[in-house]
């Protein structure tokens, strides 16, 4: 009749020597090799902390209503500014010359927050002249909730210089994010260290206002950026330019700075998984010494009776 294996156990042999014994000092030694060395290869085959992460998020994003849209003409001395006045300060306003101004926010897919936002601009073009170069500044409010929350004021800026002579121009672009440095990620805690508008300032009133706003907008850590994807100008001498800019928001990617638990889940598996192997190693390397009686211990086994 055939035997099966119903259980079974492991029998210890135990090697015993004096605390101030060289068996002792080779056990503690590679016991703290054991503990360590994993922690040294991880470190330093790089990726063991988790300095960055990211994550994506579709921002909760609203036309602030202020602009300034200066347009240049082919005389130097003739422009067309359009605006925020407490923006301009000094500077003319030409509120004849901007006829029109709508600012529409599409929510498409309906989940609360706007995918499109659209800017139409009707600008009556003076006499005999044509318009060169155009640049827009747009108010933008930026938010986000989930992972890192921040709300800040942001700016698109459009800029096109014309060769011809238009009577139109329609932009179609994308709102991104671009970072200098990752978010600080402080949870439950709104981020507003740049929620604050850069149309109404106290600046150098000897420097242009565009430069202002654009130095300014410059010198933040988190800031976005229209990235245009087509355009198309439209010629013609009609004595009247529309300008039309169409702004897609979709998901975007954020970097943070990680949590200290965060780092802690990254790192833990990687050293867990090489702890393993050095425990495996080096229990190996004990059983060799001291079954080859390298070093002097007692060897204790469980069948044998003690002298």
């Not at 029998?11 to 004096?18: G, H, L, N």
Request: net charge negative.
């Amino acid at each position: 009749m055939a035997l099966y294996k119903t259980f079974s156990y492991s029998v210890e042999v135990q090697y015993k020597s004096r605390l101030l014994s060289k068996a002792t000092l080779f056990t503690v030694t590679t016991t703290i090799l054991t503990v360590i060395l994993p922690f040294i290869v991880a470190y330093r085959g790089r990726g063991f902390w988790l300095k960055s992460s990211y994550f994506y998020e579709q921002p909760l994003v609203h036309s602030t209503y202020d602009y300034l849209l200066i347009a240049e003409t082919d005389d130097p001395s003739v422009n067309i500014i359009c605006g925020d006045a407490a923006a301009l300060e000094e500077e003319v306003i030409d509120e004849e010359n901007c006829v029109e101004i709508q600012i529409q926010e599409d929510d498409i897919n309906e989940d609360g927050k706007n995918d499109i936002l659209k800017f139409k601009y009707n600008i009556i073009v003076p006499k005999n002249r044509f318009i060169s170069s155009i640049i827009l500044i747009l108010g933008i409010d930026f938010q986000i909730k989930n992972v890192c929350p921040l709300q800040m004021q942001s700016l698109a800026v459009i800029t096109k210089e014309f060769s011809g002579l238009p009577s139109g121009y329609k932009y179609y672009g994308n709102l991104e994010i671009y970072q200098n440095q990752q978010l600080p990620c402080l949870r439950n805690i709104l981020d507003i260290s740049h929620n604050s508008s850069l149309f109404y300032h106290e600046g150098d009133n000897s420097k242009n206002i565009v430069d202002f706003i654009l130095e300014e907008y410059l010198g933040r850590d988190v800031t976005t950026i229209a990235n245009p994807m087509f355009s198309r100008t439209q010629n013609g001498q009609t004595g009247t330019m529309e300008l039309s800019i169409t702004l897609r928001i979709s998901e975007m990617e954020f970097r943070y700075t990680p949590s200290i638990i965060q780092e802690l889940k990254w790192a833990w598996p990687q050293y867990l998984s090489l702890l393993f192997i050095f425990h495996w190693l080096f229990e190996r390397i004990r059983k060799f010494v001291f079954r080859n009686r390298l070093l002097m211990a007692w060897e204790i086994i469980p069948w044998r009776k003690r002298d």
